[in-house]
């Protein structure tokens, strides 16, 4: 008897679990999940490359990136619905599929997530619906009575690159981006019961009410919808049932859960609602699961945005769905990748540029932590209403359970059709802010691209400021060079929030006719702080320093430091002590170190961060004092989540990098002299010096050249279109002409002597005076092996952008460097933070901004350099830098080929007291804040490097 017993609940739970499973909504998917697992269908291109064929294709994809059509920049057509010469190829598609016999008798769905653009779809032979118009909207059509229920059935689509809607086209097809054509994103089946939960929306707010809006497919006496709410471990917290009126077809939950916790960017906690609909007799008829947060939005007038209660701070970028080989079709993966990538450089909010994205993306900023801008497309150009109306419906109702999205968006720079702004909230029952970018609308002013003093004046308007796109980077310029000035005014004013940079990465495609070119048109798409595989620039590094939402407020530490730092906590929520830190204190290897080591750890400590609120400042103690021979502390701070928030490094006293003397016998330097020049040796080593102009002519080392020569020599030049006074120079017709390059001033000075002697110590002294000019005196001293000391004296008065001494050395000659200072990126004025004191090391490289991406760049300013060598073909040039607050050239930074940012002069090796800013692709630097701005300098400046010129 028992065992009969127990295979009658065997037989029960079967059946039960049998029961649920068909009351689940189910998928089958007839393309690929994404660019990583296409799935071939069949395929005819009616134009451009590998056209008038049947062939295949892999779906999802955008069909340029698979090898047809026609590669086309949508900015190429601005403005023009119908213009001669536009790509206007179709895309025809086959695709035979199974169904199974499972699925009859319940409603089965088509959906597409999205399809680039007019989109005609056919089953076994019939038109399944309307034509579908918009190209990154999920679209649906019940196909339940054109399919043959265990049997093979056949799919056939028509994409569209143009839309025959003309406002699709000025929307969607004609902006700043690359347009595609192709089914971009999956295409799949969905099955559930005959009467079904048709769409959900909820509203769960902070205090834990929660509410929910239920829609059925159709109307049916006696149903009931329940509803039971599971937190992260799965447990049911809380429940309720509620009928559905006689003769509707919808309803609304309510409940109530005690103490939620609580959904923000920095506390993505997750909840689970089950709902399940009952038939009159209680029996489920169909479950559907959503995932949810408790959250509440609250825009307070001229004054911020509140989520739970709290003012946030925007920290953000605008994104584009894109990836060089696959366009705009994306993978769980990549989704995952590019919020990670944010998350990275301590990022809480993205603009959804200028469409929405791919579900799995919203996924991973609700389970991970971001703030969404949701936006409906729209680029200067705007869609109908009609389309607009039926657009929004599709974008809401896929996205409205997802907490991470706090605002929808209207289009783009008065892209925005404002017949629409009131259908957000119709399937939005939480009523989402509803934002206009680059307009004044519903409390937010979001105008974009201001100068740092037009950002302040818009401050003292009454609404909330947060500029949707800031900062428009291009090459190495925008982005982090300015944000410290803009971030500090930002966060600092009452009604700013914050805002989002322009754009996360370059959106360069690899073009397959092309021979794998990255083509970023230009420098179009090439605004990115990553590049378009997402290589990391300066910027990205100087964005995570600047926006961690811990900031260790020293600047230096002595040898006297107590172990006592100043933090600020800049987190909206988290407490400081939620973060853990770690300090090292280190020692770093010489110049000539002969073993080449790498640095060392001397002592390493770990600790809790003190107890310091969200918004507030204290004393983080890690109860340790300097080593004596410790020549650097780090301190990393690390999140709750084990992301590294920063790691800050403090020199804490100057290394002894000169030279030991061989030994006591060894002979001193010497000179000779004649008419033209004087020559000492030294070591195996001779250094010439010219009669002519005092500079360095030639180094050799064994008898073997190392062409270091022409200096030292006075460097200074500003914006060549300023006048004399800073300002831009409207006496010079050709001024603007001129704004991205630099003008050098000439050294009117002439050599009054040149002279070599002894100086008592066993060194040679060769000293150079001039007059009448900006050098003043050079004065070498060089001891008995070769190592040769510079002492330099020049004079400037005057408004300068770029100010120093130079060297030349043939750049075709150079390997890589090796240096001890702030790196592994350049600097530039405006562009100091996202360094780190350390050792670092590159091989020598010139990429072309935009269309090589090899990162970190060579060339460039670097800061805080104790001591650099620079390997070359010839040998070793090895410089120790005694001068405060300068820098040291490497040669000057190169542009993209279109020269939008600067042509600044060659510079060769340099020690700088002034180094330039850059600018962005919008505004100049004199638009950027006071890092920004030239320096006006007056009288004379010293300096000393030390030389070393090795086999």
Known sequence: MK??????????????????????????YLSGHGCDDMVEWDFFCTGGRNSGKWTKIGVPSCWELQGFGTYQYGISFYGKPFPEGVADEKGMYKYEFEVPETFRGKQVNLIFEASMTDTEVKVNGRKVGSKHQGAFYRFTYNVTDFLKYGKKNLLEVTVAKESENASVNLAERRADYWNFGGIIRPVFLEAKPALNLRHIAIDAQADGTFRANCHLNLSNDGMSVRTQILNASGKKIAETTQPVKAGGDWTTLNLKVANPELWTAETPNLYK????????????????????????????????????????????????????????TLSKAKNI?????????????????????????????????????????GWHGKYDTPTGVRLIEGMVERDVNHPSVIWWSNGNEKGWNTELDGEFHKYDPQKRPVIHPQGNFSGFETMHYRSYGESQNYMRLPEIFMPTEFLHGLYDGGHGAGLYDYWEMMRKHPRCIGGFLWVLADEGVKRVDMNGFIDNQGNFGADGIVGPHHEKEGSFYTIKQLWSPVQIMNTKIDSKFDGKFSVENRYDYLNLNTCRFVW???????????????????????????????????????????????????????????????RWTFPVRELNQRAEVISILAAHPSFTETADQITVVASNRTLTFSKKDGQ???????????????????????????????????????????????????????????????????????TANYKLGNLDKAQWTIDSSGTAMLD?????????????????????????????????????????????????????????????????????????????????????????????????????????????LYTLPESGISVLNVIPAVRNKVNSTDLCGPSSQPKWVDGPQTGRIVFRFLE
């Open 337 to 377: 990748e590019d919020v990670l990538l944010m998350k990275d450089m301590n990022m809480n909010s993205v603009r959804l540029s200028h469409y929405p994205a791919d579900p799995e993306f919203l996924q991973a900023c609700d389970s991970l932590g971001l703030y969404v801008m949701d936006e409906l497309g």
């Open 3 to 28: 065992k009969v017993t127990t295979l009658l609940s065997a037989l029960a739970l079967a059946a039960t679990m049998h029961a649920q499973q068909t009351a689940q909504t189910e998928r089958q």
């Open 792 to 900: 330099y004296t020049y004079n400037f008065s005057g408004v300068v952008d770029l100010m120093g001494i130079r060297f030349d050395y043939p750049e075709d000659q150079v390997l890589s460097k090796r240096w001890l200072g702030a790196g592994p990126f350049r600097v530039w004025q405006n562009r100091i933070h996202g360094t780190q004191y350390d050792v670092w090391e590159n091989d020598y490289n010139d990429p072309i901004p935009g269309e090589t991406f090899t990162y970190p760049e060579f060339k460039g300013y670097f800061d805080n350099v104790l001591w650099m060598n620079i390997r070359t073909k010839e040998g070793t040039i090895s410089l120790t830098n005694e001068t405060p607050d300068s820098y040291i050239g490497v040669y000057q930074p190169r542009d993209g080929r279109d020269r939008l």
């Open 273 to 328: 609602a089950q709902f399940t609909l009952l038939d009159k007799s209680g029996k489920a008829v169909h479950n559907e699961t959503e995932t949810f947060g408790f959250r509440t939005i609250e825009v307070r007038e001229s004054d911020g945005l509140y989520v739970n209660g709290v003012r946030i701070n925007v920290r953000g970028v605008n994104r584009h769905s894109f990836r060089p080989e696959s366009g705009r």
């Open 696 to 766: 360095l002519k030639e180094v050799t080392v064994n008898k073997k050249k190392i062409s270091f020569s022409n200096g030292p020599r006075f460097i200074g030049a500003r914006r060549a279109d300023r006048s004399l006074d800073q300002f831009y120079n409207h006496d010079d017709e050709k001024a603007k002409d001129k704004d991205r390059t630099y003008s050098e001033f000439p050294d009117a000075g002439v050599l009054t002597k040149l002279e070599a002697k002894e100086d008592g110590n066993g060194n040679l002294v060769v």
């Open 584 to 646: 090292e204190q280190v020692k770093f290897p010489t110049a000539i170190d002969p073993s080449n080591k790498a640095m060392q750890v001397l002592k390493r400590g770990e600790l809790r961060g003190s107890d310091i609120a969200a918004h507030g400042a204290g004393v983080l103690d890690i109860k340790t004092s300097v080593l004596a021979d410790a020549d650097a502390l780090f301190l990393t701070a690390i999140d709750k989540f084990g992301h590294e928030l920063w």
